[in-house]
């Protein structure tokens, strides 16, 4: 039996793309580019979005992603360690009490997910979490 | 000719003490004098409600051998407390006399000696006499199952648990929760749960489609004894999926869900509880942590990382109450609960000695009755073993290295990679190694044995990769096994670094070069969690590997540099 | 493709004016990347979810633009505050140019 290295045998079946673990490639830039970008350098505030993963992803096909921002018009979500770091683009109306959304999303490896959320008063908050992609396998 | 109890009484008096026990009464008593089934289940029966805790029993019906950890390195916060000492350090902190029966029964040192003399532990015909002295004095006690319970033997593997839950359903738990149970299959596990004469509990199990707490498993009970209102909640493995084969249960998630645990604290405190106990599966470091963010649990009952104290971990206002493995202990844990506090604790955590206390007649027979059909085939003898068998331990085991050999040589490999797990039974020297010992340490439903080239810095990121589920410093992301077991590999583990820089040194021992990142090596291993996995079990390799060795010889493992413990 | 497309929602059958309640969505769909490659090493061509909407009595509670990073069969999971007794109208957009659509009605207490 000959497995190649995408279908490896301790990956969780999830895992999308089989990247270094120890070596994470900088696709980082990437979205604090896009995020530059976006906001022409505004001044990102903190502390105002609620963004929710869980430490370690069970599968990183399908991490559930939860985030919120009272009062926010636009939320956008980016995945630092995936190729293409855009995950989503929200936009609340009127009969959004919460400005808030659960999604699953996927990541290739361990990597810090953000949110940008742009704020009622046309302001920026931006967080970030880190979601550990892990090959397991071990657990006793 | 003497009997295994007069013999007990003899080896115990002329044990001397060391220090004082503050290890309870059974182990002083027990060193100074002799071992008896009273002195094991006494107890001033304290307070007004009690509770019974065993788990991580890992199919082991009749009694075995189990030689506890003599590496077991804490990280963070972790590094130097409780459990994370070992041996001597272990007994000095607790005041336990060498030579002790709690020495044998908590310790590793000198295991194959003191196994001589104070026998076998667990068993659960024994088990069952406990909980009926313990239910004597407190009739209502609460008897909680930590899980783990269907998984890890012959009979339990060829029946699909089911040897495990007649059994059990005899004792009559109140509650259970659950982790190993999972790699039954869900259609199985589904299946007997909606069968359970009681509570299959975990606040923890969710639908993993719609993100929705799992019908068949409540996240608590409610029970009321003596008047008084105590909550039990349920906290099933939170790294199921990832560390066992989430493909096998894939309509469920599971995670710490902590801000759930504290919702859920609160919703049996709004509902009338005066007392609330986590029915745990998260490890004795992952319960710390859960405690001291999650205010309001009085007692955690703690299962998975197979620890044994004497005494509970105390955060803030909760104790942590961790019982052992493969049915070696039974924690009793006595609470006065007062307008809605718990004002005071005794506990104990009773070993199971099984050559000193009797058997439960009827259960045995039960036992008996599983086994039956299976008898033959088990009790075959494939070869003996001149060395002490084990595999606790955080990076080797003698067991491992040699189901390591055998993935060497039965599957030609260059390298051998055996999962860090810690259930299995040890084998004392001069035994027998029969079947039903060989599936006591490889059985589940995902032995295949693979065969594959892998490259050097494959190799490397694995081992950094099960590094940090084990030695990172957040007990959050430790999922409680110990290091993958390398054959034919060495390497040097740094502890205080991160991910990615722990590992180095990685040697092909066969020729003593050092591992090159861009060549490729041929891997043998078993217990993948990949759906579709080919290969031979591992329990025919290790059979044939031992049947042409005829005797075991236990070697020291030297390759393995550990650094920063 | 031929199975995507079949969404599922759970909507609350009533509530009470002005409250705030939770809908769940689920679509089926395979969610291709564009990323991936098949067994020739070919790059297997993007077809995903790419917009999701949910309006009521033809007022907007959330507008998604989905990236090819959202898993196979994508969920949301939002809050919608009801004003008064009507219609969900869910709708999915495929990249192959298909709509899909679902409706549910509440009643107000």
Redo the contacts between chains.
């Keep these: ?3 190649n ?1 995408r ?8 895992t ?2 089989w990247t ?4 994470i490639p900088s696709f980082a830039s990437k979205a604090s580019d896009l995020i530059n970008e976006l906001t022409s350098g505004a001044k990102l505030g903190e502390g105002l979005i609620d963004l ?1 993963a ?6 990183g ?4 992603l939860d985030v919120s921002a009272e009062g926010a018009e636009q939320i956008m979500l980016f ?1 630092e360690g ?3 770091p ?13 400005r ?8 290739a490896q ?1 990597q810090d997910v953000i949110a940008l959320a742009k704020m009622g008063d046309s302001s920026w908050q931006i967080a970030r979490t880190t979601v ?1 992609v ?7 | 000719m003497i009997s295994r109890r007069d013999f007990l009484q003899v080896s115990m008096a002329a044990t001397a003490i060391v220090g004082a026990s503050g290890f309870g009464n059974w182990c002083r008593l027990a060193a100074q004098q002799s071992l008896s089934q009273d002195q094991l289940v006494q107890f001033d029966t304290f307070g007004n409600v009690s509770l019974i805790h065993i788990t991580d029993i890992h199919g082991q019906l009749n009694p075995i051998y189990f030689r506890e950890p003599s590496v077991n390195i804490g990280v963070g916060d972790n590094r130097g407390a409780v459990p994370h000492i070992t041996g001597a350090d272990f007994r000095k902190a607790y005041g336990i006399a060498d030579g002790s029966s709690s020495h044998y029964a908590l310790t590793s040192g000198d295991f194959s000696a003191l196994a001589q003399g104070y026998g076998r532990v667990g068993g659960l015909d024994n088990v069952a006499t406990v909980i009926k002295a313990i239910r004597a004095d407190r009739p209502e006690a609460i008897l909680l199952d930590g899980g783990d319970t269907w998984h890890g033997s012959y009979t339990c593997l060829k029946t699909a648990g089911q040897d495990m839950v007649n059994v059990m359903n005899v004792l009559k738990p109140d509650a259970m929760t659950f982790h190993w149970e999972f790699t039954l299959g869900s259609d199985r596990v589904n299946e007997i749960v909606r069968n359970l004469p009681f509570a299959a509990l975990g606040q923890n199990i969710f639908d993993a489609e719609w993100d929705e707490p799992s019908d068949l498993f409540p996240p608590y009970k409610m029970f009321e004894r003596g008047g008084t209102k105590i909550a039990v909640i349920g906290q099933a493995f939170p790294y199921l999926p990832i560390a066992n084969p989430g493909w096998m249960f894939s309509e469920y998630s599971f995670g710490i869900r902590d801000e759930n645990m504290a919702a859920m604290v609160q919703e049996v405190r709004l509902a009338g509880a005066e007392c609330v106990v986590v029915l745990s599966h998260n490890g004795f470091d992952v319960d710390k942590k859960m405690a001291s963010l999650v205010p309001g649990i009085d007692v955690i009952l703690s299962g998975h990382t197979h620890d044994a104290l004497p005494e509970p971990g105390l955060i803030n206002e909760t104790i942590i109450v961790p019982s052992g493995s493969n049915g070696k202990f039974v924690s009793r844990v006595d609470l006065d609960i007062r307008n809605g506090r718990m004002m005071g604790y005794r506990t104990k955590l009773i070993p199971i000695f099984s050559d000193v206390i009797d058997s439960d007649k009827d259960v045995a027979a039960l036992i008996s009755e599983q086994r039956a059909p299976y008898a033959t085939e088990m009790s075959e003898v494939i070869g003996q073993t001149d060395g002490l068998l084990y595999r606790r331990g955080n990076f080797n085991g003698t067991w491992d290295d040699l189901i390591c050999d055998a993935l060497l040589s039965e599957r030609d490999a260059e390298i051998a990679l055996s999962p860090g797990v810690r259930w299995g039974p040890s084998l004392i020297p001069g035994q027998d190694i029969t079947r039903e010992d060989i599936f006591g340490v490889t059985s589940m439903t995902y032995g295949q044995a693979y065969r594959s080239e892998m490259s050097g810095k494959l190799l490397h990121e694995i081992l950094e990769d099960v590094a940090d589920n084990i030695f990172n410093p957040n007990p959050y992301y430790q999922q409680g096994g110990d290091m993958v077991r390398t054959g034919g590999l060495g390497y040097s583990i740094d502890l205080t670094q991160s991910q990615g820089a722990r590992i180095s040194d990685l040697t092909l021992l066969k020729t003593g070069e050092r591992i090159d990142p861009d060549k490729s090596y041929m891997v043998a291993g078993w217990a993948s969690i990949m759906e579709g996995t080919e290969g031979p079990q591992i329990w025919d390799i290790v059979e044939n590997h031992i049947r042409k060795l005829g005797t075991v010889r236990v070697l020291e493992n030297n390759s393995i540099k550990v650094f920063g413990a | 493709m031929s199975r995507s497309g079949k969404p599922r929602v759970k909507v609350p059958k009533s509530a009470v004016v002005g409250e705030t309640i939770t809908i769940k969505t689920l679509i089926k769909h395979k969610m291709e990347s564009g990323q991936r490659r098949d067994g020739d090493g070919n790059i297997v061509p993007r077809s995903i979810i790419n917009r999701f909407v949910a309006d009521f009595n033809g007022q907007n509670i959330i507008d998604v633009k989905l990236e090819p990073s959202i898993s196979t069969n994508p969920y949301f999971a939002f809050d919608a505050i009801v004003p008064e007794a009507g219609e969900f109208v869910f709708t999915w957009y495929d990249d192959d140019g298909s709509v899909y659509e679902k409706k549910k009605k509440i009643k107000v207490e």
Excluded: D, H, Q
Aim: some cysteine; overall charge neutral; glycine content about 14%.
């Design positions: 039996m000959a497995l290295r279908e490896m045998i301790w990956i969780s079946s999830g999308v793309v270094a673990l120890g070596s929710i869980p430490e370690i992803a069970e599968n096909n399908a991490v559930p995945g995936n190729p293409e855009i995950i989503a683009t929200y936009n609340f109306g009127p009969l959004s009490p919460s808030g959304v659960s999604t699953r999303v996927r990541l361990t550990k892990t090959i397991g396998g071990c657990g006793g």
